[in-house]
């Protein structure tokens, strides 16, 4: 999964070490920064060029490296929008050689999920990486492949939590059932022998209080597993965003989530609405999603990523 940018930029570890790397910095009068953050000469052009040409883009320190003067500097930047989650990308200059050499070369590194280098195996981080020492030829890399998600880009990389907890909630039931009949089977022989020699002389009453117990909750229990493992659960995954003074919501369908929590199996391609034309299935999710915590889910309703994007139940 991408990083996701509001966890590394209110990360409390990286904020104090960023300021002692920062103050140690302004302490030995360093000359090459980019945007308050202080850089080696040989990655301060490159960062210029994208931040002059490529404005929308925000940087974070992604990896800080100490050099022979001893001041910390910053060798790798996170590359993001504030409109998305997660990175667009990254951008560095440092020894990028997973083994390492006895004597480092230092080249350009950008990383992005576009990029397939055929170099690499498609596990490796080098997969999603090329390294140049010719900076007009990062920069162009950068222009290419550091470029907004796509819904279903979006979509794929929040799925695996909502799905979870889709999955989750559905086998609760069955795992309710489960437990009321590990209060027969765990408690021995002797509790079933006697229910058994009552049954057979009453017929009607349990004598055991934990037969009893079962009973008058495995009907409605049995009843809910039924019901849960015949229902068809599919999601809308639902994305607010602004052009102009007007709102649009993108929507995207995935179907079968308890089938597969790994990777969502979308069946037509993204339907945009304005706002004020959403349908009222959506509107009703959402006024109920609106009022909870990012992240919060509730059974049968959806999801809440953030106040923009949301996912929501069906079936």
Request: include cysteine; glycine fraction near 6%.
């Amino acid at each position: 999964m991408a990083q996701r940018m509001k966890e590394a930029i209110e990360h409390q570890g990286n904020k104090a070490t960023m300021m002692r790397v920062i103050q140690t910095a302004k302490d030995n009068n360093w000359v090459d920064w980019v945007q308050g953050y202080p850089v080696e000469l040989t990655l301060k052009p490159l960062m210029d060029k994208i931040l002059q040409y490529m404005p929308h883009l925000k940087v974070h320190p992604k990896s800080v490296v100490a050099n022979d003067s001893g001041v910390h500097t910053i060798r790798e930047f996170f590359l993001y929008t504030d409109d998305c989650d997660f990175e667009l990308g990254r951008v560095g200059y440092k020894d990028y050689t997973v083994t390492g050499r006895a004597h480092p070369v230092e080249t350009y590194g950008i990383h992005s999920r576009k990029i397939q280098n055929a170099k690499y195996n498609s596990g490796r981080t080098e997969y999603h990486m090329l390294m140049t020492s010719n900076i007009d030829k990062a920069f162009k890399t950068v222009s290419k492949y550091v470029v907004p998600y796509t819904d279903k880009e979006l979509a794929t990389e929040y799925y695996d939590d909502v799905a979870f907890k889709i999955y989750t909630n559905s086998r609760k039931p069955r795992g309710d059932l489960d437990d009321l009949i590990r209060k027969i089977t765990y408690s021995g022989m002797k509790p079933i022998l006697d229910e058994m020699l009552y049954q057979v002389s009453l017929g009607t009453k349990f004598k055991t209080e934990t037969f009893n117990e079962v009973a008058s909750k495995l009907t409605e229990t049995n009843d809910r597993v039924k019901e849960e493992e015949s229902r068809k659960i599919n999601a809308l995954f639902v994305r607010f965003r602004q052009v102009g003074d007007d709102m649009y919501v993108d929507v995207q369908e995935t179907v079968d989530v308890v089938k597969d929590t790994h990777k969502p199996n979308f069946v037509s391609p993204p339907t945009t609405y304005s706002a004020n034309a959403l349908p009222e299935e959506i509107l009703n999710g959402i006024s109920v999603l609106n009022i909870l915590t990012d992240g919060q889910y509730v059974p049968r309703i959806g999801q809440k990523i953030d106040d923009k994007t949301f996912w929501i139940e069906r079936g």
